[in-house]
């Protein structure tokens, strides 16, 4: 067992002082954006106000074509006292200007708008960029209230970017290596990343498949800390050489330039950056067009030599570009939606350990690595059922009868003595068996019974099952040819799939039935809106039924019975039919503690979709009650409700593009509207929660938009904070309240990737339990929660893909599976209280018998499950790259 963790996170050194550059700044000149701003909003046609200078593009492509540019500045261009781009020296007008100036011809490029580019850039001429001296803190800190780091706001765009730049410039050599690797830098909206370039290769099945290593790096701050963090995440960046490149309907693609300098007096300068450009299909063009921030299209206005490549070409022959083609190179970034790669995702804690301490040694003398973290409470997991080995076959049968035993009790409080009418809706007959199969297994029904209508009757349990073809149903949707508008054709598809399955499935009344549907993968719907997924969700919603879906099995799918069970056990896991194992956080817990959690779910705007919005999902956990343990709060009801009927309820109220408004209801809530309605039902569900202890869990990363306090700047110990109203105590929301905020990783990396470190130089690993700073003071509020390797990952620590293994190659092939990082901080508890318990509690929510650990706390999980009923496609995932 591990006794400490390593955070891949720095902090700034308070032995090397203050981290001062004196740099030359340029700021955006008053007389640009007034003839700009002018021009640039020509033809504007929103109804929403002018969105300000397009600039993302042009800092992209002085980035890329001015070597002595080391980052640009936020809000430069409505600021002009902000400045612009940073540099250690005056870049020469001769570089600057040019790219300016092919910047202000792209604006509006239309034949129309010519006279006003013209006037335009004739008032750029005359004003000449003046280069100022500006003495920057990279560790400048305020501290809030509550005591958490305020960094200076231009940190977060500029320090990121610096200290990529820096790593740049040194070489890495990976273990077990011959020759080393070289970085560039990719500026990103939050932070910078860093690619080695050029790409590995890999060989198999004849043909080369192209990897890189990667870095991110992100600046953050921690709850009741002073000082800053730095997150440096290393991961996998797959290039995608399939030709042509299959590039993902409505999705697009990121392609990275490797561009040599327009100017002939920086031909011999090492290039530090790739420029990032996305490619995506135009439909009034009828073909892939570069979008509008990409710099590529611009640079053949700088560059009258080369020839750039248009998007169609890199997708017609992409290994030929990432090879390079005088001196230019371009790599296609690999999605998941691409289809298959060679390469697998994910690097194992080995190599992350070897890339951290290189970074480490590239940050001195300004930045640290953080203290690693030691154990913080004795006991690592609830009251689970014992690991038994597959050779001891008597006490294997006795903890299968335990755990068949609580499901059982968990089926039976979650349908309170009412039957349960389960449908199976296949397309292939083994897909029904399996399901039939695995659906029995799971709660120790022996005689599985025969034809398409079948009754299970088991300790007190009765379960009615309908068994179906899937028919047209799983067929992908279509809209009648007359009908017009993309919203409308996308509203009426779905509308029609919705009335097929009422047609066939009656609907149903009391409780909530489960369908179980096998439908193609998502790889047959490539036209976008053409998956019936949502739709079929609707449809059986319609009828009283939720829905668990299972894909037809192809080469890449895993076993048959495995997705079975996985699928019965997710439909069990909606109807509420889970329980929670009992906590092991000591004596101090109360016994009739009740879990709450909340999760705002963002409603897309879609082509299906009426708008974006705002819904908040409450659950809310009783352990203890004999009915229903497992409730939604249902605000029109102002009460909770059993959550596979909130679900329903969410899938039900979905409006489709073309549904007129409710009368007399605004069509279109403000952001700051539903920011108030979200923070509205906060209140009045700590109201209802008041009357028995309670442990609220929040996650501020998707919260805090819509409820602002719950921003690190504004948070106080033990207080809680609302819109325009002073802070108050937590015992005034309730006596025996208690809060936990979860932080995930989410897209901004907010929390860091970590090893374990060996001892002795044994090769680092991962650890399981509840983590602390070593040295934190004694009342510390912040934990790190770490659960343990999926017991099917089968994967060596030691495992390389940047390096060689000793007397092999390195092993790219395989995927490298890494526990989630959770930051629990204790924002609220009782003066008693051991704060350190109360993360042990929501510690333990990640773990169950029945799924490996969570990724969030049980409560949490169910709460974000429920987007799944309000929005027709799921979020793209941040790449695991």
Request: proline fraction near 8%; charge should be neutral.
């Amino acid at each position: 067992m591990y006794s400490l963790i390593t955070p891949c996170a720095y902090e700034p050194d308070p032995a090397a002082g203050p981290w001062l550059e004196n740099l030359r700044v340029l700021t955006f000149a008053e007389q640009w954006r007034t003839e700009l701003a002018d021009l640039a909003a020509l033809g504007w046609r929103s109804r929403e106000p002018f969105a300000g200078l397009p600039v993302r593009r042009l800092d992209s492509l002085l980035r890329a074509v001015a070597p002595g540019v080391l980052a640009t500045g936020r809000g430069a261009t409505a600021d002009s006292s902000v400045p612009w781009l940073y540099a250690q020296e005056p870049v020469p007008v001769d570089v600057v200007l040019p790219a300016f100036l092919s910047w202000v011809m792209a604006l509006r490029p239309e034949s129309e708008h010519q006279t006003a580019t013209e006037r335009v850039l004739d008032a750029v001429r005359q004003t000449e960029p003046v280069w100022t001296s500006c003495a920057v803190d990279l560790t400048g800190t305020e501290v809030s209230p509550g005591g958490t780091a305020l960094p200076h706001h231009r940190l977060y765009a500029l320090l990121p970017e610096l200290l990529a730049l820096r790593l740049a410039e040194r070489p890495y050599r990976a273990q077990g290596a011959d020759t080393d690797t070289w970085f560039r830098v990719v500026s990103l909206d939050q932070g910078a990343e860093l690619v080695a370039w050029p790409p590995q290769k890999f060989r198999k099945h004849g043909r080369d498949h192209h990897y890189s290593a990667r870095l991110l790096i992100t600046l953050h701050t921690v709850p009741f800390t002073p000082s800053f963090r730095v997150h440096v995440s290393s991961g996998i960046r797959r290039w995608s050489t399939r030709t042509p490149i299959r590039v993902p309907a409505g999705r697009g693609a990121t392609v990275l330039f490797d561009l040599p300098f327009p100017w002939q007096e920086e031909a011999g300068t090492r290039r530090l950056r790739l420029a990032g450009n996305a490619m995506k299909y135009s439909v009034p063009d009828g073909r892939h067009t570069w979008r509008r921030h990409s710099p590529v299209e611009i640079l053949a206005d700088l560059d009258i030599v080369r020839r750039y490549p248009k998007p169609e070409d890199v997708i017609a022959t992409p290994e030929k570009w990432l090879n390079g083609q005088d001196g230019l190179a371009a790599g296609v970034v690999h999605s998941t939606a691409m289809g298959k790669h060679e390469i697998a995702t994910g690097l194992m804690p080995g190599e992350r350990a070897h890339l951290d301490d290189w970074v480490a040694d590239g940050l001195r003398p300004w930045l640290r690595r953080v203290p690693s973290l030691s154990r913080a409470f004795p006991v690592n997991k609830p009251q689970l059922l014992p690991k038994v080995t597959k050779t001891d076959t008597a006490r294997r049968a006795e903890v299968e009868l335990l755990a068949v035993t609580a499901r059982r009790a968990a089926l039976r409080a979650a349908t309170a003595g009412e039957p349960l009418h389960v449908d199976v809706v296949t397309i292939h007959p083994g897909t029904r068996e399996h399901l039939l199969r695995q659906l029995a297994s799971l709660i120790g029904v022996v005689d599985l019974g025969q034809g398409d209508f079948r009754r299970w009757s088991v300790d007190g349990i009765d379960i009615d099952l309908t068994l179906s073809d899937a028919g047209a149903l799983g067929n992908a949707l279509k809209a009648p040819p007359e009908t017009e508008g993309k919203g409308a054709q996308a509203a009426e598809a779905t509308r029609a799939r919705r009335a097929a399955v009422a047609a066939r499935f009656p609907r149903r009344s009391g409780r909530a039935g489960l369908a179980l549907v096998e439908i193609p993968g998502e790889d047959r719907f490539i036209v976008p809106g053409t998956d019936p997924k949502f739709a079929l969700r609707l449809g059986f919603a319609d009828t009283g039924r939720l829905t668990q879906f299972i894909t037809v099995a192809d080469e890449n799918t895993a076993d048959p019975a495995i997705r079975a069970e996985a699928a019965c056990q997710d439909g069990l896991r909606q109807l509420g039919a889970i329980s929670t194992p009992a906590h092991r956080a000591g004596a101090g817990i109360p016994d009739d503690l009740q879990y709450v959690a909340l999760w705002v779910a963002r409603k897309q705007a879609t082509a299906l979709t009426k708008r974006a919005g705002r819904h908040l999902v409450a659950v809310r956990i009783r352990p203890s009650d004999s009915e229903h343990p497992v409730r939604g709060w249902d605000d029109r009801a102002q009460k909770w409700i059993p959550y596979p009927d909130l679900l329903v309820s969410l899938a039900s109220g979905s409006e489709l593009a073309t549904d007129s408004p409710p009368t007399g209801l605004r069509a279109t809530p403000t952001v700051e509207d539903q920011r108030a309605d979200i923070e509205r039902r906060v209140r009045a569900i700590l109201f209802q929660v008041r009357d028995r202890p309670t442990l609220l869990l929040a996650n501020p990363g998707n919260m805090r938009d819509s409820w602002r306090w719950l921003g690190n700047r504004t948070l106080v110990k033990d207080k809680l904070g609302f819109a325009d109203e002073p802070d108050q105590r937590i015992g005034a929301f309730g006596e025996h309240l208690r809060i936990v905020l979860v932080r995930d990783r989410n897209s901004r990396e907010e929390v860091p990737q970590w090893y374990a470190p060996g001892k002795d130089n044994d090769t680092p690993g991962f650890g399981v339990g509840l983590w602390a700073s070593r040295d934190a003071p004694g009342d510390s509020r912040v934990f790190a929660s770490t659960a343990d390797v999926s017991g099917t990952s089968k994967v060596r620590r030691g495992l390389r893909k940047l390096g060689r293994e000793p007397e092999a190659g390195p092993m790219p092939t395989v995927a490298a599976w890494n526990p989630q990082f959770l930051e629990l901080t204790v924002l609220g508890c009782c003066p008693v209280d051991v704060p350190a318990a109360w993360a042990a509690v929501a510690h333990q929510l990640r773990f169950h018998d029945d799924y490996v650990p969570l990724t969030r706390p049980l409560p949490m999980h169910l709460a974000k499950l429920a987007d799944e009923y309000l929005n027709p496609v799921p979020a793209e995932p941040a790449s695991s790259e």
